[in-house]
């Protein structure tokens, strides 16, 4: 029989007195007592669910190990970190997580390790839990999993934004998989996840590629009688589950763990697919960036954790021991730092080679130990270099040519947007430093017209010529020459050639420039982005897009003759000023004889080191970055619009949206 409203209170009551050991009844009607006898009933009739997950913290010290093993759980899950510091605020992990990990593996439970996450301090982290998990041996026996429980107080004039949560949230992930080469799962529930939302008040779009550990405790009744969560209890976003968490107090209903979870039908299935231990993988020597497709070979060395109650042996090789000249199968999609192999009758081994991916078809190659420190490749493209050195980065001198040229990126401008509408993320532009409105309309004359179609397509080029789109306000009639308003869009970079008072002026073009002069191959968005820019709109969920249904439009930065172009300075985020310090975050970072992902690599940077960038050098939605020993890449932005930094060298605002390879 389902409890009343009432007699659900009294539940609440019943377990609050339990935890704190309270005697009921005193003050209590008889009415009342017999109500909570009923619930007490009701409490104690809960069912375990089975197959089951149990987590645990330090706070649940000791175990009951005894209890577990009966219970028969397919994993159990400890915390390993908690925030930025520790639960504690002293930069150590969880008290009790390496006594769990030796207890779990002498009682032959798998297990995973999981990491609180808090908002702000992102990147350390991220830093905190992947060096805790390399402490403990590896991540055990499941993906990485994040904690998110986070709930942001109004009056707290701190708190984080829907918004910025998530993409803090995104960027923790991110961190997470490029480390171990697995998606992490998210645990949560329907309450946390939506203070992730957006103004628009969705989830991030990226929710559903991440699987769901959620949260969502039911009367005792439902969980006795169903084998499946309940559809409220699932966070917006997603539509499937692999871990519920049907209750908090397992402990008071005599079972040996506090929070009990029933693990999903396809997520068991993914468990006993992979369920060997993950084995920890040591690579001394740097790997090098290489084109999508291509073979490598890289000195690795693969130590084996010996599977607990077996004698484990594969390819000839004792599962204890450290073995390196093996065949890997390489496959697409996942990043080379922290690499990890799952044990399944074969080795696997996931990753994408710097900032390429490898094809989708699965690649072959070889271990094999390097003595000279170099990375070498094999099967490469004519004209390659058989071996890279890693270089060590030139120290400044102090007589370095340091570029004088200094650019920005155009920040965003919130606005409201219709529902099924969008509007053009346009920001306005002065013909003279000063006030905050915009300049006189400038004639776009006929070989400019001429110019855009080269650089756009036919589609592209009848969204530039219309009116009310982007930068034509004006309607104008057959042989009557368009006025276009002075904007660009926010994402695209700008070069600042002076600044007077809270103006900037900005390179551009002149209306009247003989368009003969330039080359579409090279004076282009792609390869000029401080004076061209990238059409970009709004959507009603305050998502950057393209233009008319996913539409690639490219205008150049054009002043009247005789004036100049002058943006406010709020309207912009400077790059950090030259010379500036970076610090290799990427496991290798190519270094190249001249900017570009097609540029001839010289050497490479190995993580950890230290270099001076001296000059900047936008390529599209891209950062290049001279130093002393050649050009790197600061920001990396692929069609899909994800951003990259290899160093710890930042752009606030967010770019542009790639357009496709």
Same mark, same amino acid.
């Given at each position: 029989m389902l409890l009343t409203s009432k007699e659900y209170c009294l539940l609440c009551f019943v377990k609050k007195s339990l935890r704190m050991n309270l005697q009921i009844g005193s003050c209590l009607s008889t009415s009342e007592e017999n109500a909570v006898a009923k619930t007490k009933e009701a409490f104690y009739q809960y069912k375990l669910k089975s197959p089951a997950i149990f987590d645990f913290y330090e706070g649940e010290a000791p175990l009951d190990w005894e209890g577990i093993k009966a219970a028969k759980p397919l994993r159990v899950a400890f915390q390993a970190t908690y925030g930025r510091h520790g639960r504690h605020n002293d930069d150590t992990p969880d008290r009790e997580v390496r006594q769990f990990v030796n207890e779990a593996k002498a009682n032959g439970i798998k297990y995973g390790l999981y990491h609180f996450l808090t908002p702000r301090s992102i990147a350390?982290?991220?830093?905190?839990?992947?060096?805790?998990?390399?402490?403990?041996?590896?991540?055990?026996?499941?993906?990485?999993?994040v904690d998110i429980e986070y709930e942001p107080n109004r009056k707290d004039k701190n708190a984080v934004p829907g918004a910025e949560w998530a993409g803090?949230?995104?960027?923790?992930? &991110?961190?997470?998989?490029?480390?171990?080469?697995?998606?992490?799962? *998210?645990?949560?529930?329907?309450?946390?996840?939506?203070?992730?939302?957006?103004?628009?008040?969705?989830?991030?779009?990226? #929710?559903?590629?991440?699987?769901?550990? #959620?949260? =969502?405790?039911?009367?005792?009744?439902?969980?006795?009688?169903?084998?499946?969560?309940?559809? +409220?209890?699932?966070?917006?976003?997603?539509?499937?589950?692999? *871990?519920?968490?049907?209750?908090?107090?397992?402990?008071?209903?005599?079972?040996?763990?506090?929070?009990?979870?029933l693990v999903s039908e396809d997520y068991v299935n993914v468990l006993n697919q992979n369920g060997s231990?993950?084995?920890?993988? &040591?690579?001394?020597?740097?790997?090098?960036?290489?084109?999508a497709g291509d073979n490598l070979t890289v000195p690795v060395s693969v130590t084996i954790p010996q599977e607990s109650g077996t004698g484990f042996r594969f390819t000839g090789v004792s599962a204890s021991s450290s073995i390196s000249n093996l065949t890997y199968t390489v496959k697409a999609g996942n990043p080379p730092s922290g690499i990890t192999v799952k044990l399944d009758m074969k080795l696997d081994l996931e990753f994408t080679i710097g900032p390429s991916k490898v094809s989708d078809d699965q690649q072959q190659f070889s271990i094999n130990k390097t003595q000279d420190g170099t990375v070498e490749l094999t099967n490469k493209p004519a004209g390659s270099p &058989?071996?890279?050195?890693?270089?060590?980065?030139?120290?400044?001198?102090? +007589?370095? +040519?340091?570029? #004088?040229?200094?650019?920005? *990126?155009?920040?965003?401008?919130?606005?409201?947007?219709?529902? =099924?509408?969008?509007?053009?993320?346009?920001?306005?532009?002065?013909?003279?430093?000063?006030? #905050?409105?915009?300049?006189?309309?400038?004639?776009i004359l006929d070989s400019w017209w001429t110019y855009i179609a080269k650089i756009n397509s036919a589609a592209g080029l009848k969204y530039a010529r219309s009116v009310g789109m982007m930068w034509i306000n004006i309607k104008y009639g057959e042989g009557e020459t368009p006025k276009a308003e002075r904007i660009t869009c926010g994402g695209n970079f700008v070069s600042i050639l002076e600044e007077s008072g809270k103006h900037y002026r900005i390179d551009s073009f002149s209306n009247e420039l003989k368009t003969g002069t330039l080359d579409p191959a090279k004076d282009n968005w792609f390869q000029r982005p401080e004076v061209f820019f990238k059409a970009i709109a709004i959507?009603?969920?305050?998502?950057? *897009?393209?233009?008319?249904? =996913?539409?690639d439009v490219y205008f150049p930065l054009l002043s009247r003759a005789g004036d100049a172009l002058w943006i406010i300075k709020d309207k912009?985020?400077?790059?950090?000023?030259?010379?500036?310090?970076?610090?290799?975050?990427? &496991?290798?970072?190519?270094?190249?004889?001249?900017?570009?992902?097609?540029?001839?690599?010289?050497?490479?940077?190995?993580?950890?080191?230290?270099?001076?960038?001296?000059?900047?050098?936008?390529?599209?939605? +891209?950062?290049?970055?001279?130093?002393?020993?050649?050009?790197i890449n600061l920001l990396l932005a692929d069609k899909s619009g994800k951003r990259v930094f290899p160093t710890d060298w930042k752009l606030d605002t967010t770019g542009v949206i790639p357009p496709p390879a």
């Open positions: 350390e982290q991220a830093d905190f839990y992947i060096k805790t998990v390399q402490s403990l041996g590896g991540l055990g026996d499941m993906e990485p999993i803090q949230i995104k960027a923790w992930l &991110d961190l997470v998989e490029a480390a171990f080469g697995m998606k992490p799962m *998210i645990y949560t529930s329907a309450k946390f996840w939506a203070f992730t939302f957006g103004r628009n008040n969705m989830p991030p779009e990226w #929710t559903p590629n991440y699987r769901l550990w #959620t949260a =969502g405790y039911p009367l005792t009744e439902y969980v006795d009688k169903n084998t499946t969560c309940p559809p +409220s209890y699932i966070p917006a976003g997603w539509k499937e589950w692999a *871990i519920w968490q049907y209750a908090e107090d397992g402990r008071y209903r005599k079972y040996a763990a506090n929070d009990l979870n231990r993950v084995a920890v993988v &040591d690579t001394p020597v740097a790997i090098t960036d290489m084109p &058989d071996k890279l050195p890693v270089l060590p980065a030139t120290q400044p001198s102090g +007589s370095e +040519s340091v570029s #004088t040229v200094r650019y920005a *990126i155009v920040k965003h401008i919130p606005r409201d947007v219709l529902p =099924g509408k969008f509007a053009p993320d346009t920001v306005t532009m002065a013909d003279a430093p000063k006030g #905050t409105g915009k300049g006189k309309v400038i004639p959507n009603v969920k305050g998502d950057l *897009i393209n233009v008319a249904k =996913g539409l912009v985020e400077l790059f950090p000023a030259l010379p500036v310090e970076v610090v290799v975050s990427a &496991d290798t970072l190519n270094v190249g004889k001249t900017p570009g992902l097609d540029g001839e690599a010289v050497g490479v940077y190995a993580k950890g080191t230290k270099t001076r960038v001296l000059e900047y050098r936008p390529l599209g939605a +891209s950062v290049w970055g001279r130093t002393a020993d050649g050009w």
